[in-house]
């Protein structure tokens, strides 16, 4: 079997869902950064790439949308009827407020993991600028759309 049909899905998963480099995945998989290269251009891997980051952008924001809409409902509903919120809302605010904390953390932490993995490639310090404003401008376009 070949190489691309044996690590071609998996080397678009490590770029697509955890940002990897090419470089990177081309080290892991023993694959070269051409073959990648040309794997990602043939497949839309950007595409992808940025699809995959909206959705997650999207599913932080609609859940943080969620949590707000029924804080300030209770809220709403205390000061105006005195009417306290019921064991299974307060229940369900605490557990979503919670993991949104922690989902914004692993966020940031993967940023800054990416951030330093593409600092610590054998590159000039020339690329290591234009690959850190890349992986920055890619995060901040999926979060802005």
């Known amino acids: 079997?070949?190489?691309?049909?044996?690590?071609?899905?998996?080397?678009?998963?490590?770029?697509?869902?955890?940002?990897?480099?090419?470089?990177?995945?081309?080290?892991?998989?023993n694959v070269s950064e051409k073959s990648l290269h040309t794997?990602?251009?043939?497949?839309?891997?950007?595409?992808?790439?940025?699809?995959?980051?909206?959705?997650?952008?999207?599913?932080?924001?609609?859940?943080?949308?969620?949590v707000n809409l029924m804080a300030t409902k209770a809220v709403d509903d205390y000061k105006t009827e005195g009417i306290v919120p019921d064991q299974k809302t307060l229940y369900f605010i605490m557990n979503m407020a919670d993991k949104l904390y922690k989902l914004k953390k692993y966020e940031e932490q993967t940023v800054l993991e990416k951030i330093e993995e593409t600092n610590?490639?054998?590159?000039?310090?020339?690329?290591?600028?234009?690959?850190?404003?890349?992986?920055l401008d890619k995060v901040f376009a999926a979060l802005m759309s």
């Open 1 to 29: 079997m070949s190489k691309k049909a044996t690590y071609e899905v998996l080397a678009c998963q490590y770029f697509v869902e955890r940002q990897m480099s090419i470089a990177k995945i081309a080290e892991r998989l």
């Open 120 to 135: 610590t490639t054998d590159i000039s310090k020339e690329e290591k600028s234009d690959s850190t404003n890349e992986v």
């Open 39 to 66: 794997w990602k251009k043939d497949n839309n891997w950007e595409e992808k790439r940025t699809k995959f980051l909206k959705a997650q952008y999207s599913t932080h924001q609609t859940l943080y949308e969620l």
